[in-house]
T-cell receptor, first 114, second 112 residues
Framework: ETGVTQSPTHLIKTRGQQVTLRCSSQSGHNTVSWYQQALGQGPQFIFQYYREEENGRGNFPPRFSGLQFPNYSSELNVNALELDDSALYLCASSPPNSGANVLTFGAGSRLTVL | GENVEQHPSTLSVQEGDSAVIKCTYSDSASNYFPWYKQELGKRPQLIID?????GEKKDQRIAVTLNKTAKHFSLHITETQPEDSAVYFC???????????FGRGTSLIVHP
C-alpha cells in the first residue's frame, strides 16, 4: 500500500506566473483535499474533490482551481501568483465511507513566490 | 463556518512532565475532532481522534477529552519524551461536510 505522494517537493516562481501541483492519493482512497499551510500556521482548507467533482471549497479566490482524475489523483492550479501564495501546499486523501474526513497527508509541495 | 481556537501557541516542558493543549470550536454541529502531529519539515500525521458520542479516549501516553456543552476538547500527553517535540494541530469537522477546520498549532518543546 502506497501513501500520498506529491510533486514537486519544492519550486520557486515569480509573481504573475502559474503553477500546477500534483498529488497521488493513497491506494483505496477516493477523496482528495488540498490545504495551504503558511509558515507557523495551521493548514487552511482550499477545496476537496470527490468523484472528479469539487465537493467543498474554502475561502480562496477562483485563481485557485483543481482537478481530480479517474484514478483519484489530483492537481492544484494557481494562476497569477502573488507573494502571499508562498506556502506549503498539502494534499490529503480519505477513504470511502469513512464516516468522517480521516485525512492522510502527503509531504507537501513548498512553493516560494518571488 | 467553523472556527477553531488553539492554546497555547508554544508549550515548553521538562522530560517526564505532562503537557495539555486546549482547543475550542464554534459550530455545535461538529462531531469529529482529530489531533495531528507535525514534526519539523514533515507531513501532519493523525495521532488520535475522538467522535462526539464519547467524552474521552486514550492511546498509551496520549488522551483526548471532549466537552460538547462547553465546545472544547483537549490533548493530554503524559510522561513526555524529547521525541514528542513537534507542532500539534487540533481540528473539528462539521457533520455532513466532513471537512476539518484546523487550529493554528501548538509548538511543544520537551527538554531532556
Amino acid at each position: 500500500e502506497t501513501g500520498v505522494t506529491q510533486s514537486p517537493t519544492h519550486l520557486i516562481k515569480t509573481r504573475g506566473q502559474q503553477v500546477t501541483l500534483r498529488c497521488s492519493s493513497q491506494s483505496g482512497h477516493n477523496t482528495v483535499s488540498w490545504y495551504q499551510q503558511a509558515l507557523g500556521q495551521g493548514p487552511q482548507f482550499i477545496f476537496q474533490y470527490y468523484r472528479e467533482e469539487e465537493n467543498g471549497r474554502g475561502n480562496f479566490p477562483p485563481r485557485f482551481s483543481g482537478l481530480q482524475f479517474p484514478n483519484y489523483s489530483s492537481e492544484l492550479n494557481v494562476n497569477a501568483l502573488e507573494l502571499d501564495d508562498s506556502a506549503l501546499y498539502l494534499c490529503a486523501s480519505s477513504p470511502p465511507n469513512s464516516g468522517a474526513n480521516v485525512l492522510t497527508f502527503g509531504a507537501g509541495s513548498r512553493l516560494t513566490v518571488l | 463556518g467553523e472556527n477553531v481556537e488553539q492554546h497555547p501557541s508554544t508549550l515548553s516542558v521538562q522530560e517526564g512532565d505532562s503537557a495539555v493543549i486546549k482547543c475550542t470550536y464554534s459550530d455545535s454541529a461538529s462531531n469529529y475532532f482529530p489531533w495531528y502531529k507535525q514534526e519539523l519539515g514533515k507531513r501532519p500525521q493523525l495521532i488520535i481522534d475522538i467522535r462526539s458520542n464519547v467524552g474521552e479516549k486514550k492511546d498509551q501516553r496520549i488522551a483526548v477529552t471532549l466537552n460538547k456543552t462547553a465546545k472544547h476538547f483537549s490533548l493530554h500527553i503524559t510522561e513526555t519524551q524529547p521525541e514528542d517535540s513537534a507542532v500539534y494541530f487540533c481540528a473539528a469537522s462539521v457533520g455532513g461536510s466532513y471537512i476539518p477546520t484546523f487550529g493554528r498549532g501548538t509548538s511543544l518543546i520537551v527538554h531532556p
